[in-house]
């Protein structure tokens, strides 16, 4: 089973560049988020989504996109990266609130920006 | 607003000995709540989650952890560690309700004593 699949799983950027990060689930999970984590900062909430077609900010929004214009995949978009979001990278989904609710991860995606 | 807060940066127990790592939360209602597991260079595993009725609940890998409404809290515990329990661990807190997000905790790093 492939569950939830980040690609790519490294990436090197020089300031400026712009990439997007691609989150893959096969569980037709409805929730889907982005998180980056960071050393003695636990993982914060950087988008999410309740549904195909729609987004919200997190607690640290601010330099990033996401699109879910498919249920399946949840787009992380890195516009003009900075050295500050040199960070490695979880994708995550669930099914709605209920007593099956977990949160599955990918692998991450260890991201370099210099 | 959901948060959580571990206040145990690093623990370091001798290898049989019993753990206990801290965990509070804040949210206005019932929460859902987590503990993951993440081995170094690795993704995060769940460990346990509760969702309603039983305040105690079992994990996987001998873990338990037991919700107490009164203090917030949600404490992991293990009455015996075993080497392979070095890892950092992750409290969690979702929202019964729609539109809810899963926030963590800046996580506790687990060292094992010899």
């Known amino acids: 089973n492939a569950g939830v699949t980040q690609t790519p799983k490294f990436r090197v950027l020089k300031t400026g560049q712009s990439m997007t990060l691609l989150c893959a689930q096969d569980?037709?999970?409805?929730?889907m988020y982005w998180y980056r984590q960071d050393p003695g900062m636990g993982l914060r909430l950087i988008h999410y989504?309740?549904?195909?077609?729609?987004?919200a900010k997190g607690e640290v929004p601010d330099g990033y996109n996401v699109s879910r214009l498919k249920k399946q995949n949840f787009l992380l978009g890195l516009e003009s990266a900075a050295p500050s979001q040199t960070s490695v990278y979880f994708c995550?989904?669930?099914?709605?609130?209920?007593?099956?609710?977990?949160?599955?991860f990918g692998q991450g995606t260890r991201l370099t920006v210099v | 607003a959901q948060s959580v807060t571990q206040p145990d940066i690093h623990i370091t127990v001798s290898e049989g000995a019993s753990l206990e790592l801290r965990c509070n939360y804040s949210?206005?209602?019932?929460?859902?709540l987590f503990w993951y597991v993440q081995s170094p260079g690795q993704g995060l595993q769940l460990l346990l989650k509760?969702?309603?009725?039983?305040?105690l609940v079992q994990g996987i890998k001998g873990f338990e952890a037991e919700f107490k409404r009164s203090q917030s809290s949600f404490n992991l515990r293990k009455p015996s560690v075993h080497w392979s329990d070095a890892a950092e661990y992750f409290c969690?807190?979702?929202?019964?309700?729609?539109?809810?997000?899963?926030?963590f905790g800046s996580g506790t790093r687990l060292s094992i004593r010899p």
């Open positions: 995550a989904s669930s099914p709605i609130p209920g007593q099956n609710t977990e949160a599955f």
């Open positions: 569980m037709n999970h409805e929730y």
């Open positions: 989504s309740v549904g195909e077609g729609t987004t």
């Open positions: 949210y206005g209602a019932t929460p859902y």
């Open positions: 509760y969702f309603s009725g039983d305040t």
């Open positions: 969690a807190v979702g929202a019964h309700s729609s539109a809810s997000k899963i926030i």
